[in-house]
């Protein structure tokens, strides 16, 4: 029996906007379990943004419970909120979020950074498996501007799995990448996956659910469907259909 990373019971998110409350969350409940690989789709106003900044603990709910990796997020102050999700979330946003004049591998330290626990000498090994696991062993001191978009990602993806955190959780991690790259970036996903890293990807596009192996779809704030995919497409296979591109 896999444990039980996320657990969401009866979840209520509202927000009060002037004379009017909206429902952002209506008593939405589910969990994942260690090494699934889950997609939360939902387009503009389904409540996927709102339920992103949940799970990422960067907002609580109105009501109803949410509990990581066996502690509950209710009651903790900001200061405890902020260490989980540094020690068991790692983040990936649309946008890369690297430091523009920092190297890949000082990029991918900085979580350690705020981790006692881990020496100097630590640090910097951690950091460089984490960019050799994502193919970029060769880019350690490159800045972003020096690396494509896809290899920006890929240093985001390295600084989120630095930490060994128990959930990688992804917004819209493929936003602003070319088909070709995008199946790139999922099809580390997919590798990162079969390792038994548990990923939860929050995103609008229904192609990139396909490579994952439970989609979550909200709308209006509820969950309107929760289902296994049986045929996962394999993101290197699909990568291999694409026309080569020249040089």
Known sequence: MSKEIIKIEDLKREFVMGTETVHALRGISFSIKEGEFVTIMGSSGSGKSTMLNILGCLDQ?????????????????RNELATIRNEKIGFIFQSYNLLARTSAIENVELPLLYNSKVSTEERRERAIKALEMVGLG???HHTPSQLSGGQ???????RSLVNNP????ADEATGNLDTRTSYEIMSLFQELN????????VTHEPD???????TIVLKDG????????HKVQSAAAELAKL???DD
């Open 222 to 229: 509820d969950i309107m469907q929760d289902y296994q995919n």
């Open 166 to 169: 128990v959930m990688i959780l």
């Open 243 to 245: 026309p080569k591109q």
């Open 138 to 140: 060769d880019r350690l």
């Open 61 to 77: 709910p109105t009501s109803g419970t949410y509990e990581i990796d066996g502690v509950s997020m209710k009651d903790l102050s």
């Open 208 to 214: 990139i659910a396909t490579f994952s192996s439970r």
């Open 152 to 158: 920006q990602q890929r240093v985001a993806i390295a």
């Open 194 to 201: 079969k390792k038994g890293i548990t990923i939860t990807f």
